[in-house]
């Protein structure tokens, strides 16, 4: 049986996260979102507050939580500010998890304590201008010659791109062999043909940056390998898993934020010497939006429930996901409508949280994909 109710240390965890991003990450939310402007100093102090190491093992640097302390974290931070969450879960899921399900000791030693401190940023790189969904039409190739793979090709919508220091990238080392032949690597920003390239000018989570990585004739060490040859869309999949629980979790916080300040405005807002709180179909309304959210996160507390148990989580992963990403686009959508016509302006939160809203129904996997990976799971 779950137990839905957070340990001590968790909730520890969670207050912590909520003052750091109510203190620090709240008063530049707008400004990021605005300009485009990559967050660096309060990225660096997430991994000085250790919320970046919270699931890594104490011996590698890390705080030795789980993954549910992670995710409640997670949801504080997209509770302010989508962009700074995007960038956390990325860097925590994706890259240092990958490292941390499938590196070898040495590699594990090598990267996650500067990744767990915030030192080194973290990267994912899988789509491509031809591949998205269909992973293995990726045109990427690794050729290995002597001591090293020699990586050709241009990954897309690569979230920390050209900010990351360590990216893990697929590339096919076997072209003939399908999904068979596509292998994973770690590649560090500094390795000869590593390139970044045009950098996106997103609808949402606009502070984060999402760029073009160009791998050319790109000298990666044989050592370097994550996982084995030819598994790597294995590797690529369940690393999606553990990612898509951030992503849900991020959903969440978003629809949170947008909920709360949904709430605070029709308490105070007088229309018909009334606050608007004071009509039933708007109560009706947020009562709707309420248990969107708290389902939504049940199910977040049921994923990573899951993947702290061992084994597959897939179809959790998936459901959390799709349900969060639902969530948070319709409520989002509902506290503009709440707030009226301030709620489509500039000044207003809810009008960036209706825009971050977005990308949660796409990316590290669509809604569309979401069932059909519950679907494959339930008919097994």
Same mark, same amino acid.
């Given at each position: ?78 509770? %302010? ?6 960038? !956390?879960?990325?860097? #925590?899921? $994706?890259?240092? &998890?990958?490292?941390? #399900? ?46 090293? !793979? ?11 791109? &050209?900010?990351?220091?360590? !990216? ?14 596509? #292998? ?5 920003? #500094? ?57 849900? $979790?991020?959903? %969440? ?7 709360? $300040?949904?709430?605070?405005? %029709? ?49 959790? $992963? ?22 009226? &016509? ?7 939160? /809810? ?11 796409? !990316? ?8 059909? /990976? ?7």
């Amino acid at each position: 049986m779950i137990n839905f109710t957070p340990t001590e240390e968790q909730l520890l965890i969670q207050q912590m996260a909520r003052e750091f991003a109510q203190k620090e990450i709240a008063p530049i939310a707008a400004e990021i979102d605005r300009e485009q402007t990559f967050p660096m100093q309060t990225v660096k102090r997430m991994g000085e507050l250790g919320l970046f190491g919270l699931f890594v093992p104490e011996d590698l640097g890390g705080g030795g939580a789980d993954y549910i302390s992670y995710a409640l974290a997670l949801e504080e931070i997209a509770a %302010v500010c989508a962009s700074h969450a995007a960038i !956390y879960s990325v860097h #925590s899921s $994706a890259s240092m &998890g990958g490292i941390l #399900s499938y590196g070898t000791e040495e590699q594990k030693k090598k990267y996650i304590p500067g990744m767990a401190s915030g030192e080194r940023i973290g990267a994912f790189t899988v789509t491509e201008p031809g591949a998205g969904t269909d992973a293995g039409a990726q045109k990427a190739t690794a050729v290995l010659q002597g001591d090293k !793979y020699i990586l050709n090709g241009t990954k897309i919508f690569c979230t920390n791109g &050209g900010i990351a220091d360590v !990216y893990l990238a697929s590339a096919m080392t076997d072209p003939s062999k399908g999904l068979k032949g596509i #292998s994973t690597f770690i590649v560090e920003k #500094s390795f000869p043909g590593f390139k970044v390239g045009q950098k996106e000018d997103k609808m949402g989570i606009r502070g984060s940056q999402t760029t073009e990585i160009i791998y050319s004739n790109c000298e990666v060490p044989a050592e370097n390998l994550l996982g084995k040859e030819g598994e790597g869309f294995k590797v690529i999949m369940q690393i999606l898993d553990g990612g898509r629980i951030g992503m849900a $979790a991020q959903a %969440v916080g978003i629809a949170r934020g947008a909920l709360d $300040a949904a709430i605070a405005y %029709v308490k105070d807002r007088q229309q018909f010497g009334k606050p608007l709180a004071a009509n039933q179909g708007l109560q009706w309304m947020l009562a709707e939006m309420a248990l969107a959210v708290e389902a939504s996160r049940v199910m977040v507390f049921k994923a990573a429930c899951a993947k702290e148990a061992g084994g597959r989580f897939s179809k959790e $992963a998936a459901m959390a996901k799709l349900i969060a990403a639902e969530t948070a686009m319709s409520v989002t959508t509902r506290a503009v409508q709440l707030h009226g &016509g301030i709620g489509y302006t500039k000044s207003c939160a /809810v009008e960036r949280y209706m825009r971050d809203a977005k990308i949660t129904e796409i !990316y590290e996997g669509t809604n569309e994909v979401m069932k059909m /990976v519950i679907a494959g799971n339930i008919l097994a």
